[in-house]
């Protein structure tokens, strides 16, 4: 199973990554920089770690800073669908960075399901508008950020019906901005848990149980979204 993560930039020193796409914002795709790539390298680990057989390739869309505002020299929206069809081939993409919507990476997204993949975005937890919302696209799995007791914390709530998945989000160890370790709060690390599961269940029915074991709280209303089965663009078109 290949598992495509778009973020930003990455650092193949501090994970594993198969192979790292060229930034289509312009600017790095492979740095140590922790300001830069701490995020989307922890994104990554999470993934590994529960779909440890799992290809993983990164696919940097801007350049992080130290504020948590994403740069990027071209139109962002523009560089996003790129990135989203250069993974098109993958059985799970996750998307753990926020972006405004428009037709043409709408058109991206629709295309990559009906290759076959599976899309997860990580609800934003930034100032962009519902309108841009990833996951309001009918077949893209939004996901929440919960803690081990399945409790959405204060400042992660959000009253929205396109919430599909809720996952651990909550304490989830990562990397820092100077590559220390520590715990933190996010969607952003809900989404890779989910679409780790979905990887390794498919790859392995029995993985199910063992990724259990990370404390994922799955929506028992979408739980069968992480059935094996052969996919399809039928299948897609119901996933939400």
Request: hydrophobic share 45%.
């Amino acid at each position: 199973m290949t598992v495509a993560i778009v973020d930003t930039a990455v650092s193949s020193a501090r994970t594993h990554i198969d192979q790292i796409w060229p930034n289509t914002c312009g600017g790095d795709a492979d740095t140590d920089d922790g300001v830069l790539a701490w995020h989307a390298t922890s994104v990554a680990r999470i993934v590994s770690s529960i779909a440890p057989d799992a290809r993983i390739e990164a696919h940097p869309v801007g350049t992080a800073r130290l504020d948590g505002t994403i740069a990027c020299s071209t139109d962002r929206t523009r560089a996003f669908a790129q990135a989203v069809n250069e993974s098109a081939d993958a059985d799970v993409i996750v998307v753990t960075s926020s972006v405004g919507r428009s037709p043409e990476l709408d058109a991206a997204v629709i295309a990559a399901q009906l290759r076959g993949a599976t899309i997860v975005a990580a609800r934003p937890q930034t100032s962009v508008s519902s309108a841009s919302w990833l996951f309001d696209l009918p077949g893209v799995i939004g996901v929440q950020a919960v803690d081990a007791s399945g409790v959405v914390p204060d400042q992660l709530a959000a009253d929205d019906p396109d919430i599909d998945v809720s996952a651990q989000g909550v304490g989830m160890p990562v990397l820092g901005m100077r590559w220390m370790p520590g715990l933190r709060d996010g969607t952003s690390f809900a989404a890779p848990v989910v679409a780790g599961l979905i990887a390794a269940n498919r790859a392995d029915a029995s993985c199910v149980l063992a990724a259990a074991a990370v404390g994922s709280a799955i929506n028992p209303a979408t739980a069968s979204l992480l059935a094996p089965r052969a996919q399809s663009p039928a299948d897609t078109a119901e996933t939400n």
